[in-house]
C-alpha cells in the first residue's frame, strides 16, 4: 500500500523568507501524480501544485515550486517571497492511476511578520 | 499504528438510493471531518464534528446528512442519489486543541459509484 510522510508537523517562516515543506512517499508504481493541497482555516483543500511521477521537470506556480525526486521518492514543496495568506496547513497526496488517493498527515505553516 | 478505517471502500448505488458511508477516526481523536472529492476536481469539505457535535459545515447537500457517535465513529448518510454524486469520500480525524488548525489523518476514502 501506498504511503505518504510529512516529517514536519510545524514549520514557520518569516514574511518574505523562503520555506520548504518536506514529503516522501512509498508506492511500488512507476505512474502516478503528487500534489500539494493547502487548508486554510475554513477547511477547504485548495490545490498548489501538481506533479506528473513521468515529468522529469519540476512543477512551478508562481511563488510555489517543487523538488520532485523519484528514485528518492521525494516530494518537497518550495515557498518562496512567503505571505502571510499562506499560513495554512499543508498537505502532500499521491494518486495513483487506478485513482487510489492518500494524503500525508500534513504540515502547520505559520508565517510571521 | 492505527489509521483512520472508512468503509466500505467501494460501493455502487442506483440513481435515487441511499448510502451510508462510515469512518472510525484514529483513536483518542475526537474530531472528524468529511470530504467529497469529484473526478478531477480538489477534495471538496462537507462537514466536521467535534465531540460529537458538528463543528463547522461546508458544502453538504441537504440531502446528505451526518453524525458522530459517543464512540466518536462517524456516518455519512447521503439519500435520492443522483449521478453527480459519484465520488471519492474522505474521512479524516484529528485531536483538535486550541489551534484551529490540526494535524488531519486521512482515511483511504469510499468510492461511490451511482449508476
Known amino acids: 500500500a501506498q504511503t505518504v510522510t510529512q516529517s514536519q508537523p510545524e514549520m514557520s517562516v518569516q514574511e518574505a523568507e523562503t520555506v520548504t515543506l518536506s514529503c516522501t512517499y512509498d508506492?511500488?508504481?512507476?505512474?502516478?501524480?503528487l500534489f500539494w493541497y493547502k487548508q486554510p482555516p475554513s477547511r477547504q483543500m485548495i490545490l498548489v501544485i501538481r506533479q506528473e511521477a513521468y515529468k522529469q521537470q519540476n512543477a512551478t506556480e508562481n511563488r510555489f515550486s517543487v523538488n520532485f525526486q523519484k528514485a528518492a521518492k521525494s516530494f518537497s514543496l518550495k515557498i518562496s517571497d512567503s505571505q502571510l495568506g499562506d499560513a495554512a496547513m499543508y498537505f502532500c497526496?499521491?494518486?495513483?492511476?487506478?485513482?487510489?488517493?492518500?494524503f500525508g498527515p500534513g504540515t502547520r505553516l505559520s508565517v510571521l511578520p | 499504528a492505527a489509521g483512520v478505517i472508512q468503509s466500505p471502500r467501494h460501493l455502487i448505488k442506483e440513481k435515487r438510493e441511499t448510502a451510508t458511508l462510515k469512518c472510525y477516526p484514529i483513536p483518542r481523536h475526537d474530531t472528524v471531518y468529511w470530504y467529497q472529492q469529484g473526478p478531477g476536481q480538489d477534495p471538496q469539505f462537507l462537514i466536521s464534528?467535534?465531540?460529537?457535535?458538528?463543528?463547522d459545515k461546508g458544502s453538504i447537500p441537504d440531502r446528505f446528512s451526518a453524525q458522530q457517535f459517543s464512540d466518536y465513529h462517524s456516518e455519512l448518510n447521503m439519500s435520492s442519489l443522483e449521478l453527480g454524486d459519484s465520488a471519492l469520500y474522505f474521512c479524516?480525524?484529528?485531536?483538535?486543541?486550541?489551534?484551529?488548525?490540526?494535524?488531519?489523518?486521512f482515511g483511504q476514502g469510499t468510492r461511490l459509484t451511482v449508476v
Open positions: 464534528f467535534y465531540e460529537k457535535m458538528q463543528s
Open positions: 479524516a480525524s484529528s485531536l483538535l486543541g486550541v489551534q484551529t488548525l490540526t494535524l488531519a489523518f
Open positions: 508506492t511500488s508504481e512507476s505512474d502516478y501524480y
Open positions: 497526496a499521491y494518486q495513483s492511476y487506478g485513482q487510489n488517493f492518500v
